[in-house]
C-alpha cells in the first residue's frame, strides 16, 4: 500500500480496517457521495495500491451494495469492493424491507 504517514486516518476508517467482511475489500472510502452510478470519497488503504490514503478519487460504477457487519459495501463493475464509511448518515443504510436490497448473514 501507498505510504500515508503524513495522513490522519479517521478513527471510523480505523474501526472498519479491523472488521472482517469475508470479501477480499479494495479500501475504505470515508464520506462517500454518489455521482452517477459510481461514488466519490477519500480512499483509505488501497490494496491495489493506486492511491494515496487520503485521496479523492472516483470508483468505477457499481453494480451492487451489500450490507455486512453493520457496512454497506459497494462492488463495482471493474471488480473492486469498497467499504462505505458515512457516520451519521442515512444515504448509506439500506431501506427496511425493500427485497431488492440485499443483506448478507453476519
Same mark, same amino acid.
Given at each position: 500500500?501507498?505510504?500515508?504517514?503524513?495522513?490522519?486516518?479517521p478513527?471510523?476508517?480505523?474501526?472498519?480496517?479491523?472488521?472482517?467482511?469475508?470479501?477480499?475489500?479494495?479500501?475504505?472510502?470515508?464520506?462517500?457521495?454518489?455521482?452517477?452510478?459510481?461514488?466519490?470519497?477519500?480512499?483509505?488503504?488501497?490494496?491495489?495500491?493506486?492511491?494515496?490514503?487520503?485521496? +479523492?478519487?472516483?470508483?468505477?460504477?457499481?453494480?451492487?451494495?451489500?450490507?455486512?457487519?453493520?457496512y454497506?459495501?459497494?462492488?463495482?463493475q471493474t471488480?473492486?469492493?469498497?467499504? +462505505?464509511?458515512?457516520?451519521?448518515?442515512? +444515504?448509506?443504510? +439500506?431501506?427496511?424491507?425493500?427485497?431488492?436490497?440485499?443483506?448478507?448473514?453476519?
Amino acid at each position: 500500500m501507498r505510504s500515508s504517514a503524513n495522513v490522519k486516518i479517521p478513527k471510523e476508517v480505523m474501526d472498519a480496517f479491523e472488521v472482517n467482511f469475508g470479501v477480499a475489500v479494495t479500501g475504505y472510502i470515508n464520506e462517500p457521495e454518489i455521482m452517477g452510478f459510481s461514488l466519490v470519497g477519500r480512499i483509505y488503504f488501497d490494496h491495489k495500491d493506486r492511491f494515496a490514503s487520503g485521496r +479523492l478519487i472516483r470508483t468505477s460504477d457499481v453494480s451492487e451494495f451489500v450490507e455486512r457487519s453493520g457496512y454497506l459495501l459497494a462492488f463495482t463493475q471493474t471488480q473492486s469492493v469498497y467499504v +462505505l464509511i458515512s457516520p451519521g448518515s442515512e +444515504l448509506l443504510r +439500506l431501506p427496511e424491507g425493500d427485497e431488492s436490497a440485499i443483506r448478507a448473514k453476519r
